[in-house]
């Protein structure tokens, strides 16, 4: 079984749209976290959610919105999406200092 | 606040030959540092963890890497690369042992030559 699920898996799409991302840790983990890697493939930051409460909100666009309906689940909504979204979104989750990584999920936006 | 830095985006090595990829790190705070591998069109793996217990880090795959409080570094090797080692290799820190958001270099993308 999969420890970090997130789907879709690819996404494509027009500017203007809202789009959500999944996620979803069998792992028992408390704290989950959104990742964004551009196309030079850095990763940074996005949020970090623990026991479904927010500890970490970095500079990021009041579009993207995620939700925590319970520890195990870590959605992202990205509303009027934009060309510059474009981008692989991961999930992760942790307990500890390690943190376990989703397959991600590529954005395109057209 | 912390920062990664990874010198050199892209290594290539042959078959074989040693692998040494590069990571010097800034942190007001004693840092506990990472090194993931991102093979193609997938999510990050931990290859090693430094939390404080050693310098020299033993990971999976025949990787270590050695942190150098007087060089700020924490540089991964390995003796002999394999064709399966071709891949994308971050470094990251974080600064605390109970999670927290992990600051990642740039990424070194790793090429092996038959």
Known sequence: DTAVSQTPKYLVTQMGNDKSIKCEQNLGHDTMYWYKQDSKKFLKIMFSYNNKELIINETVPNRFSPKSPDKAHLNLHINSLELGDSAVYFCASSRGNIQYFGAGTRLSVL | ?114
């Open chain 2, 1 to 114: 606040a912390q920062s990664v830095t990874q010198l050199g985006s892209h290594v290539s090595v042959s078959e074989g030959a040693l692998v040494l990829l590069r990571c010097n790190y800034s942190s007001s705070v004693p840092p506990y540092l990472f090194w993931y591998v991102q093979y193609p069109n997938q999510g990050l793996q931990l290859l090693l963890k430094y939390t404080s217990a050693a310098t020299l880090v033993k990971g999976i795959n025949g990787f270590e890497a050695e942190f150098k409080k007087s060089e700020t570094s924490f540089h991964l090797t390995k003796p002999s690369a394999h064709m399966s080692d071709a891949a994308e290799y971050f470094c990251a820190v974080s600064e605390n042992n109970q999670g927290g958001k992990l600051i990642f270099g740039q990424g070194t993308e790793l090429s092996v030559k038959p």
